[in-house]
């Protein structure tokens, strides 16, 4: 058995071996580059995100890691104690980071050619894009923590059973060293997309941490340098283990060490002698997952479903592409399809009922196309006609929840793919059924007695259907056309957030939904009828203060509440004076370009840069974590289209730049506001990346084009 003494000596002499390791090639690159060379990540806003998070020390260029270098080397001590062990930890972290940014001059894949021929490749550094998607599943609970897999499974058909234990329960998991390979050996599919990122095999482990530290940085309002105050957040949040497979060396237990420096366990199946609540040691391969869950508290949400696939939030980002396809609906397949959720009296329901209709995948030919119908059917005593659209947007959701599954669309204009993989494993339509019965009461058991589906591909049956449906949208389209911030006494909080943001709040009203494009004014009084102690409370708007800017008493008092009294003052309607605030979940960021008398809207898919002379990461630095930012604010999509966006400040016409494939994305919205505010052509004066990404270009571009903001009174 490995000693806690003999365990504190490998992690201390791991961290000399791997400050050593780093200082070679540091001084190999400062003779090759020089001291002013810049480094940093790519897609992020934290530069060095270890560095940043740990030091107030700006870390931008070559010449400003010796320093920084020489410091932690001398916080090394010998002597095999806890306390020394943790120094040689954040020693590693340091030295890791250094390596590894190294490797990213000049290159921004680095591990693109790295991994084998015909094998996996490694990932490498995860960008803020990928961490501002997974906000909200982090904040409810959806994703309850993360799991990094470090060595060798004894057994890899345990490991991978391991594997999909996880994704069933919706954990974040990143693998590292000899993991890759056998989860590859076993068939496991890996990536950004589906949760399951393969780091790489060496120091490239550190991106694990840094994940986690930007998710301090980003959500929960923790300043550079800012020690206590990012320790005692990382010990609540994001919940991470590590799960230590195979023999230690001293480079592995030294990195365990600095994750255990940022207040997260290991947990390992050898003989060491345990430190209790720190290094942990569990042997039983099917124990181990269990062991996580309990020595982080991490709170389970998803239930079993019984399908023959993987089943968890893992797979909401999978895309089944084209060549991956055994059989797709509706799309470019021009198929006919629906989507429909209908309330029902208590004799029209019967719970638990699934009903299939047509032949299935398994019956068509690999690369057809076919219709498809979704019909659920409700009833419960507390369920209203305007929570049908609720529950029928989460079926997107729990759709791609599915391995091998992919849902993009809603109503009748949906596109829906099941994967090669997928239906050999058998995966099929009827299995839809299946996990809308036991999603929707797992989610809504409060609002839902009876559920009952009918899955249908054959076209006789969909025909007899889609009257209604194409009638229950049109009525939905019609009471929510209906519902604007005036004819309403009541707006909603939305709370979802301050786990990670904690004096951030959300103020949801009819014609401004959150900001991160999920909650709108009908979902969180649905969510309130749910839940009524839950993340979405009412707020009476109460006096008006100021009605151009969107300013109330009960406003006001709400906002004080639930930012604990860093705010006391909240504008609905102008991002120029006391905005709301931001948690870092947000699908857009506005920023005021002061020489176009606009604004411009970036969102988080887009890498590149913007007129403001900075990436969407690095404003998303400036704007989250609950600040309040005049001249800046997150939003949700759709409410660019609202015609109270920004309405105190010139509204629609104060657009002045999007991305390309956000402009594409939204065009058909984008051009009924404009000819709702009577400039059908405006759309096309808004500027993009392909004519302008710096100040200069884009004035130039607005004039050429007579874009209305320049005729705008000043925003300053």
Excluded at 3 to 15: D, H, N, R, V, Y
Excluded at 59 to 76: A, F, H, N, Q, T
Excluded at 350 to 367: H, P, Q, S, V
């Amino acid at each position: 058995m490995i000693t806690q003494k003999e365990l504190f000596s490998m992690a201390i002499t791991g961290g000399v071996s791997a400050v050593g390791y780093a200082d070679v090639l540091l001084n190999k690159a400062l003779r090759t580059h020089g001291p002013n060379k810049e480094i940093g990540y790519p897609d992020t806003g934290y530069e060095l995100p270890c560095f940043y998070g740990w030091t107030t020390t700006p870390v931008k260029k070559l010449g400003d890691l010796p320093s920084l270098l020489g410091e932690v080397r001398g916080k090394i001590m010998l002597e095999p104690t806890y306390e020394n062990a943790l120094l040689a930890g954040e020693a590693t972290m340091w030295a890791a980071e250094i390596v590894e940014a190294i490797r990213y001059i000049d290159n921004e894949t680095p591990y693109a050619d790295e991994a084998p021929p015909g094998t996996q490749e490694y990932c490498g550094f995860v960008g803020d894009p990928v961490l501002r998607t997974l906000g909200i599943a982090f904040v409810d609970d959806t994703i309850p923590g993360a799991i990094v897999f470090i060595g060798k499974a004894k057994d890899p058909k345990a490991l991978a059973k391991m594997i999909r234990d996880c994704q069933n329960k919706g954990m974040l998991l990143m693998a590292t060293f000899d993991i890759i390979r056998q989860l590859e050996d076993e068939g496991i599919s890996m990536g950004t997309d589906i949760m399951l990122f393969p780091l790489g095999e060496f120091t490239q482990a550190i991106h694990g941490l840094s994940f986690a530290i930007r998710a301090a940085l980003a959500f929960g309002g923790v300043q550079r340098g800012d020690r206590e105050g990012l320790l005692k957040y990382l010990k609540m949040r994001p919940k991470v283990v590590v799960i230590q497979l195979g023999p230690l060396d001293q480079i592995k237990v030294a990195a365990e060490f600095a994750v255990l420096f940022n207040g997260s366990p290991t947990i390992t199946d050898q003989d060491v002698e345990e430190i209790p609540g720190k290094y942990v040691v569990q042997k039983d391969y099917d124990q181990i997952i269990q062991t996580a869950i309990e020595i982080r508290d991490m709170q389970i949400k998803l239930s079993a479903i019984d399908i023959p696939v993987a089943y968890g939030p893992a797979f909401e980002g999978e895309t089944v592409r084209r060549p991956d396809t055994y059989v797709e609906a509706g799309g470019p397949s021009k198929t006919k399809v629906f989507e429909l959720v209908k309330m029902r009296e208590a004799d029209q329901v019967e719970d638990g009922k699934i009903t299939f209709i047509g032949k299935d995948a398994d019956e068509l030919e690999e690369g057809s196309g076919s219709n498809l119908g979704i019909l659920v059917e409700v009833y419960g005593k507390k369920m209203q006609e305007d929570y049908e659209s609720v529950l029928e947007r989460r079926i997107h959701q729990f759709i791609n929840f599915a391995e091998g599954a992919w849902h993009t669309g809603q109503r009748s204009l949906l596109w829906i793919r099941l994967s090669k993989k997928g239906v050999e494993s058998g995966l099929r339509f009827k299995h839809f059924g299946d996990i809308l019965y036991a999603k929707l009461h797992d989610d809504f058991g409060v609002l839902l007695n009876r559920i009952q589906v009918t899955v249908m591909t054959d076209q006789n049956e969909i025909e007899k259907h889609f009257p209604e449906a194409l009638e229950s949208y049109d009525a939905r389209d019609k009471r929510v056309a209906g519902l604007i911030d005036e004819k309403v006494d009541t707006f909603y909080t939305c709370t979802l957030c301050q786990s990670f943001a904690p004096n951030h709040v959300c103020i949801v009203s009819p014609e401004r939904l959150g900001l991160c494009g999920a909650i709108n004014w009908l979902d969180a009084k649905a969510s309130n009828q749910i839940t009524p102690t839950g993340p979405n409370q009412p707020i009476v708007k109460g006096d008006t203060i100021e009605e151009e800017k969107g300013q109330w008493t009960g406003v006001n008092d709400a906002v004080k509440e639930h930012t604990h009294g860093k705010l006391d003052v909240f504008n609905l309607y102008t991002m120029m004076e006391e905005p709301m605030t931001s948690c870092g979940c947000f699908e857009c960021i506005v920023g005021l370009v002061p020489e176009a008398n606009g604004v411009i809207v970036v969102n988080r898919e887009h890498s590149g840069m913007t007129p403001l002379g900075m990436k969407f990461s690095t404003l998303a630095g400036t704007v989250g974590g609950g600040q309040q930012t005049p001249g800046f604010i997150g939003v949700g999509r759709y409410y660019l289209v609202s015609k109270k966006f920004i309405s105190a400040d010139g509204g629609f016409h104060r657009i002045v730049w999007m991305p390309k494939q956000l402009k594409e994305e939204m065009m058909d919205r984008l051009k009924a506001r404009a000819e709702e505010v009577g400039t059908p052509d405006f759309v096309d004066k808004i500027a993009d990346e392909t004519v302008a990404t710096d100040p200069a270009e884009l004035v130039e571009y607005l004039n050429k084009v007579d874009h209305p903001a320049l005729k705008l009174p000043s925003m300053m």
